[in-house]
Structure formats: structure tokens, C-alpha cells
């Protein structure tokens, strides 16, 4: 898959994209519920456990600089 995508492949990490695409699958059916008028709210132990999740993805693929990037952007919309 990563020579598909030609993005630099991590032999030892297969369970890391299932647990990535359950992640993005959990946040598109959270956004599917959130629109307007919204009928579900995230909380606290859902945003601390998405961003924890999303810092472990990010250290365990060695992208800790992206990670700083996007969260500075993404910190900056709010």
C-alpha cells in the first residue's frame, strides 16, 4: 500500500492504519451528526483521546514536526 501511495512504508506497523482509518471513519460519522442543527456533541474525553491518539500516530511515524505544524494551524482557526 505505502508504493501505492509512494509514501515511505513502516514494515511494523500494519495495525497503525486500521486503527488510522477507524479513527477517520469515527470523525466522518461524528461530523455526519454535528452539522446543523447539531444533534452530538464531542466532550472532553472524546477530544483528549482523539488528540492523544492523533500524537501517538504522529511519534510512532515519526512526524512529530508535522504534527507541531497542523496543530499550530488548526490551534489558530479557533
Known amino acids: 500500500m505505502a508504493t501505492y ?3 515511505p512504508g ?18 466522518i460519522g461524528f461530523l455526519w451528526y454535528n ?3 447539531a444533534q452530538v456533541f464531542i466532550g472532553d474525553v472524546g477530544h483528549f ?17 508535522l504534527s507541531l505544524v497542523l496543530g499550530g ?3 489558530s482557526k479557533c
Open 10 to 27: 513502516i514494515l511494523e506497523m500494519g495495525e497503525l492504519s486500521v486503527y488510522g482509518a477507524s479513527v477517520l471513519g469515527a470523525g
Open 5 to 7: 501511495l509512494d509514501i
Open 35 to 37: 452539522t446543523y442543527p
Open 73 to 75: 494551524v488548526s490551534s
Open 49 to 65: 483521546s482523539l488528540g492523544g491518539g492523533l500524537g501517538m500516530m504522529a511519534v510512532l511515524t515519526k512526524n512529530e514536526l
